[in-house]
């Protein structure tokens, strides 16, 4: 969890294995889009900086956060792509919406981690207010895009 004081852009480029010869996958929810496209944006600057190259990042896009699930899945199984990082922003309102979706995408994320070899990285937002979640997508906080994009990276090497 963000501190107010913390940073998530902030990583050491020495500690990160080089991803020259890796390929990644960014699924990205298109329902609050001024902050996922933010968070694609950061870890798509994260991972050519450590090294990826531009035709090695593919980005499919999906209605919302429910569908990265199924979006990740067959990214996985029809792209050949060493990591996938699934980002998108729930958003809490006046009903129960924000917990059944909430709890299904991450679900959903960590039943593909279990179930295949790809490592799927959960960039969803899970904010009270949309000044949280730019607060965490660019603002103050820094871009969680850019802290899945490493972890994407190091989860891709793991054991190779």
């Given amino acids: ?4 004081n913390k940073n998530l852009s902030t990583y050491d480029k020495t500690k990160i294995p080089n991803a020259k010869d890796l390929r990644f996958g960014i699924v990205v929810s298109e329902w609050n889009g001024e902050i996922t496209s933010a968070l694609a944006q950061g870890a798509f600057d994260a991972l050519l900086d450590c090294g990826a190259k531009a035709e090695n990042i593919l980005k499919w896009d999906v209605p ?3 569908e990265l699930t199924f979006g990740s899945k067959k990214m996985i ?3 050949k792509v060493d990591a996938v990082i699934a980002i998108g922003s729930v958003i809490r309102g006046e009903t129960s919406h924000f917990d059944f979706v909430c709890s299904a995408t991450a679900q959903g994320i960590k039943d593909l981690n279990v179930a295949y070899d790809v490592p799927v990285i959960f960039c969803v937002l899970t904010d009270d207010n ?3 979640a730019k607060d ?3 603002g103050k ?3 969680k895009g850019t802290e899945a994009a490493i972890a994407a990276i190091q989860m891709a090497v793991l054991g190779k």
């Fill in 77 to 79: 199984k029809t792209q």
């Fill in 130 to 132: 949309m000044q949280q």
């Fill in 64 to 66: 919302g956060s429910f």
């Fill in 1 to 4: 969890m963000a501190t107010e």
């Fill in 141 to 143: 906080h820094g871009n």
């Fill in 136 to 138: 965490r997508s660019g």
